[in-house]
Protein backbone atom coordinates (compact mmCIF):
# COMPACT_ATOMS: atom_id res chain seq x y z
CA UNK A 1 0.00 0.00 0.00
CA UNK A 2 1.67 3.10 -0.65
CA UNK A 3 1.97 5.97 1.25
CA UNK A 4 0.25 8.52 -0.54
CA UNK A 5 -1.44 8.93 -3.82
CA UNK A 6 -0.67 11.88 -6.17
CA UNK A 7 -3.16 12.96 -8.57
CA UNK A 8 -1.57 15.17 -11.65
CA UNK A 9 -2.31 16.48 -14.94
CA UNK A 10 0.86 16.94 -16.37
CA UNK A 11 -0.21 20.71 -17.87
CA UNK A 12 -0.58 21.98 -14.45
CA UNK A 13 2.88 23.90 -13.15
CA UNK A 14 1.47 24.00 -9.84
CA UNK A 15 1.06 20.25 -9.70
CA UNK A 16 4.44 19.78 -11.12
CA UNK A 17 6.40 22.11 -9.22
CA UNK A 18 4.82 19.89 -5.75
CA UNK A 19 5.29 17.08 -7.67
CA UNK A 20 9.01 17.59 -7.85
CA UNK A 21 9.11 18.62 -4.22
CA UNK A 22 7.11 14.91 -2.92
CA UNK A 23 9.67 13.18 -5.10
CA UNK A 24 12.69 15.01 -3.23
CA UNK A 25 11.03 14.07 -0.14
CA UNK A 26 10.69 10.42 -1.77
CA UNK A 27 14.37 9.95 -1.93
CA UNK A 28 15.30 10.89 1.42
CA UNK A 29 12.25 9.00 3.54
CA UNK A 30 11.83 6.26 0.94
CA UNK A 31 8.43 7.33 0.43
CA UNK A 32 6.07 5.00 -1.44
CA UNK A 33 4.29 7.46 -3.90
CA UNK A 34 1.36 6.20 -6.34
CA UNK A 35 0.63 8.37 -9.17
CA UNK A 36 -2.92 8.57 -9.72
CA UNK A 37 -4.33 10.70 -12.70
CA UNK A 38 -6.68 13.63 -12.19
CA UNK A 39 -7.96 15.23 -15.57
CA UNK A 40 -8.55 19.32 -15.49
CA UNK A 41 -10.62 19.26 -18.39
CA UNK A 42 -12.88 16.89 -16.70
CA UNK A 43 -12.90 18.36 -13.56
CA UNK A 44 -14.25 21.64 -15.46
CA UNK A 45 -16.70 19.79 -17.26
CA UNK A 46 -19.29 22.35 -16.41
CA UNK A 47 -17.37 25.71 -17.77
CA UNK A 48 -16.87 24.30 -20.70
CA UNK A 49 -20.90 23.08 -21.51
CA UNK A 50 -21.50 27.03 -20.57
CA UNK A 51 -18.72 28.45 -22.58
CA UNK A 52 -16.64 30.17 -20.00
CA UNK A 53 -13.12 29.26 -19.90
CA UNK A 54 -10.64 30.86 -22.08
CA UNK A 55 -8.82 29.38 -25.42
CA UNK A 56 -5.57 29.34 -23.51
CA UNK A 57 -7.04 26.87 -20.99
CA UNK A 58 -9.27 25.18 -22.84
CA UNK A 59 -5.97 24.14 -25.38
CA UNK A 60 -3.54 23.20 -21.95
CA UNK A 61 -6.83 21.37 -20.69
CA UNK A 62 -6.66 19.15 -24.31
CA UNK A 63 -3.05 18.82 -23.72
CA UNK A 64 -3.77 17.08 -20.07
CA UNK A 65 -6.04 15.28 -20.98
CA UNK A 66 -4.38 13.66 -24.37
CA UNK A 67 -1.21 12.82 -22.37
CA UNK A 68 -3.61 10.93 -19.84
CA UNK A 69 -4.52 9.17 -22.40
CA UNK A 70 -0.72 7.90 -23.20
CA UNK A 71 -0.07 7.42 -19.59
CA UNK A 72 -3.48 5.35 -19.04
CA UNK A 73 -2.20 3.53 -21.56
CA UNK A 74 1.25 2.80 -20.30
CA UNK A 75 -0.02 1.89 -16.71
CA UNK A 76 -2.59 -0.68 -18.33
CA UNK A 77 0.39 -2.32 -20.73
CA UNK A 78 3.56 -1.95 -18.53
CA UNK A 79 2.15 -1.24 -14.97
CA UNK A 80 1.63 1.74 -12.45
CA UNK A 81 5.32 2.10 -11.46
CA UNK A 82 6.24 3.33 -14.82
CA UNK A 83 3.91 6.20 -13.98
CA UNK A 84 6.79 8.32 -12.24
CA UNK A 85 9.15 8.32 -14.66
CA UNK A 86 6.79 9.17 -17.62
CA UNK A 87 5.40 12.14 -15.72
CA UNK A 88 8.83 13.12 -15.16
CA UNK A 89 9.15 12.77 -18.97
CA UNK A 90 6.22 14.93 -20.09
CA UNK A 91 6.51 17.92 -17.35
CA UNK A 92 9.75 18.56 -18.10
CA UNK A 93 9.26 18.62 -21.49
CA UNK A 94 6.37 21.19 -20.61
CA UNK A 95 7.72 22.79 -17.90
CA UNK A 96 11.63 23.02 -17.54
CA UNK A 97 12.43 22.63 -21.00
CA UNK A 98 10.45 25.20 -23.18
CA UNK A 99 8.73 22.58 -25.17
CA UNK A 100 5.44 23.02 -24.57
CA UNK A 101 4.52 23.24 -28.14
CA UNK A 102 5.53 19.46 -29.05
CA UNK A 103 3.64 18.23 -26.20
CA UNK A 104 0.61 19.98 -27.36
CA UNK A 105 0.47 18.86 -30.80
CA UNK A 106 1.44 15.15 -30.23
CA UNK A 107 4.71 15.63 -32.20
CA UNK A 108 7.22 15.13 -28.65
CA UNK A 109 5.20 12.18 -27.31
CA UNK A 110 6.77 9.52 -29.34
CA UNK A 111 10.48 10.82 -28.16
CA UNK A 112 9.00 10.91 -24.38
CA UNK A 113 7.88 6.99 -24.73
CA UNK A 114 11.01 5.66 -26.49
CA UNK A 115 13.27 8.09 -23.71
CA UNK A 116 11.80 5.60 -20.91
CA UNK A 117 12.02 2.16 -23.25
CA UNK A 118 8.39 2.14 -23.80
CA UNK A 119 6.60 1.15 -27.51
CA UNK A 120 6.06 4.46 -29.22
CA UNK A 121 2.68 3.98 -30.75
CA UNK A 122 1.53 3.74 -27.24
CA UNK A 123 1.47 7.79 -28.40
CA UNK A 124 -1.74 7.17 -30.55
CA UNK A 125 -3.60 7.11 -26.77
CA UNK A 126 -4.03 10.36 -27.38
CA UNK A 127 -7.04 10.31 -29.76
CA UNK A 128 -8.45 7.22 -28.54
CA UNK A 129 -11.30 8.22 -26.07
CA UNK A 130 -11.41 4.54 -24.65
CA UNK A 131 -9.12 5.74 -21.98
CA UNK A 132 -11.51 8.53 -20.80
CA UNK A 133 -13.16 6.00 -18.15
CA UNK A 134 -10.15 5.03 -16.55
CA UNK A 135 -9.35 8.81 -16.04
CA UNK A 136 -12.69 9.36 -15.07
CA UNK A 137 -13.07 6.94 -12.48
CA UNK A 138 -9.29 8.46 -10.99
CA UNK A 139 -10.31 11.98 -11.19
CA UNK A 140 -13.76 11.36 -9.61
CA UNK A 141 -11.93 9.90 -6.73
CA UNK A 142 -10.31 12.46 -6.50
CA UNK A 143 -12.96 15.29 -6.08
CA UNK A 144 -14.98 12.66 -3.71
CA UNK A 145 -12.12 12.56 -1.42
CA UNK A 146 -11.12 16.09 -1.40
CA UNK A 147 -14.66 18.20 -2.23
CA UNK A 148 -15.39 19.98 -5.45
CA UNK A 149 -14.12 23.28 -7.02
CA UNK A 150 -11.04 22.48 -6.68
CA UNK A 151 -7.60 21.84 -9.08
CA UNK A 152 -4.80 20.09 -8.98
CA UNK A 153 -2.59 18.69 -7.40
CA UNK A 154 -4.71 16.53 -4.76
CA UNK A 155 -2.55 14.45 -2.12
CA UNK A 156 -4.47 11.47 -0.18
CA UNK A 157 -1.89 10.46 2.89
CA UNK A 158 -2.68 6.67 4.08
CA UNK A 159 -4.55 6.11 1.38
CA UNK A 160 -7.40 4.91 0.69
CA UNK A 161 -9.16 6.37 3.95
CA UNK A 162 -6.96 9.06 4.86
CA UNK A 163 -6.92 12.76 4.48
CA UNK A 164 -7.22 13.98 0.96
CA UNK A 165 -6.49 17.84 0.56
CA UNK A 166 -6.05 19.83 -2.74
CA UNK A 167 -2.33 21.39 -2.76
CA UNK A 168 -0.18 22.69 -1.30
CA UNK A 169 0.39 25.00 -3.53
CA UNK A 170 4.20 26.28 -4.13
CA UNK A 171 5.89 28.42 -6.02
CA UNK A 172 9.65 26.47 -5.90
CA UNK A 173 11.07 23.38 -5.31
CA UNK A 174 12.55 22.65 -1.86
CA UNK A 175 15.25 21.00 -1.70
CA UNK A 176 16.82 18.95 0.45
CA UNK A 177 16.69 19.29 4.04
CA UNK A 178 13.85 21.84 3.12
CA UNK A 179 11.93 19.39 1.53
CA UNK A 180 11.32 17.19 4.51
CA UNK A 181 11.13 19.84 6.78
CA UNK A 182 8.02 21.22 5.02
CA UNK A 183 6.27 17.56 4.26
CA UNK A 184 6.84 17.39 7.88
CA UNK A 185 4.78 20.37 8.59
CA UNK A 186 2.06 19.56 6.21
CA UNK A 187 1.78 15.60 6.66
CA UNK A 188 1.09 16.42 10.51
CA UNK A 189 -1.65 19.23 9.65
CA UNK A 190 -3.21 16.64 7.11
CA UNK A 191 -3.72 14.21 9.66
CA UNK A 192 -5.36 16.69 12.33
CA UNK A 193 -9.01 15.58 11.90
CA UNK A 194 -10.30 18.96 12.33
CA UNK A 195 -7.91 20.82 9.62
CA UNK A 196 -9.62 22.12 6.48
CA UNK A 197 -7.82 24.67 4.79
CA UNK A 198 -4.56 26.74 4.92
CA UNK A 199 -4.53 29.49 1.95
CA UNK A 200 -4.47 32.88 0.56
CA UNK A 201 -4.34 34.45 -3.08
CA UNK A 202 -1.23 35.83 -3.42
CA UNK A 203 0.99 33.60 -5.15
CA UNK A 204 5.02 34.19 -6.79
CA UNK A 205 5.31 33.26 -10.15
CA UNK A 206 6.13 29.15 -10.77
CA UNK A 207 9.62 28.52 -10.64
CA UNK A 208 9.04 25.11 -12.64
CA UNK A 209 13.08 24.41 -12.87
Known amino acids: MADVEFFWDPVCPWAWITSRWVTEVAAQRRLDVDWRFISLRMVNDAKYADGTLPERSRLGHEMGLRLLRVAAAVRDGSGQDRLADLYTAFGTRIHVDGRREEM????GVPGALDELG??????????????DDAIRVDTDTAIERAGKELGTPI?????PDGPSFFGPVINRVPRADEAVALWDCISTAARFPGFSELKRSVRGKPQTS
Open 104 to 107: LDGS
Open 155 to 159: LTFDP
Open 118 to 131: LPTDLAGAADDERW
